[in-house]
């Protein structure tokens, strides 16, 4: 059974930074597509930045130049920096993978259960 925990999330000023984790088993994540997101309440699942399993890379606009993505297959991880945090950024993050890549789509088929990042001002 596949399984994503991400973990990494909390408190953080304007203008900080966050590194977000996403652990992975029951499968190996060589051959599979990830990727970030967040969501308020009401609100859709908004991409942030997607891998493939060549190391290729998306981000959406408004996180490129402040935030990289990142995997490391041997530990079974997918990475988020996240620096020069915006207080729009408070939102519940989420790793999600599957054998496609959708680049920022929310269509991938497995999802974490998410880690909350409250920026303050």
């Known amino acids: 059974q596949v399984r994503l925990v991400e973990s990494g999330g909390g408190p953080v000023q304007t203008g900080g930074s966050l590194r977000l984790s996403c652990t992975a088993s029951g499968y190996t994540i060589d051959s599979a597509a990830m990727g970030w997101f967040r969501q308020a309440p009401g609100k859709e699942r908004e991409g942030l930045a997607a891998i493939d399993r060549a190391g290729g890379t998306t981000y959406a606009d408004s996180v490129k130049g402040r935030f990289t993505v990142s995997r490391d297959n041997s530990k079974q991880a997918l990475y988020l920096q996240m620096n020069s945090m915006k207080p729009e950024a408070t939102d519940m993050y989420y790793c999600?993978?599957?054998?496609?890549?959708?680049?920022?789509?929310?269509?991938?088929?497995?999802w974490g259960q998410g880690t909350q990042v409250t920026v303050s001002s």
């Open positions: 999600a993978t599957d054998s496609v890549w959708y680049l920022l789509l929310p269509r991938y088929k497995c």
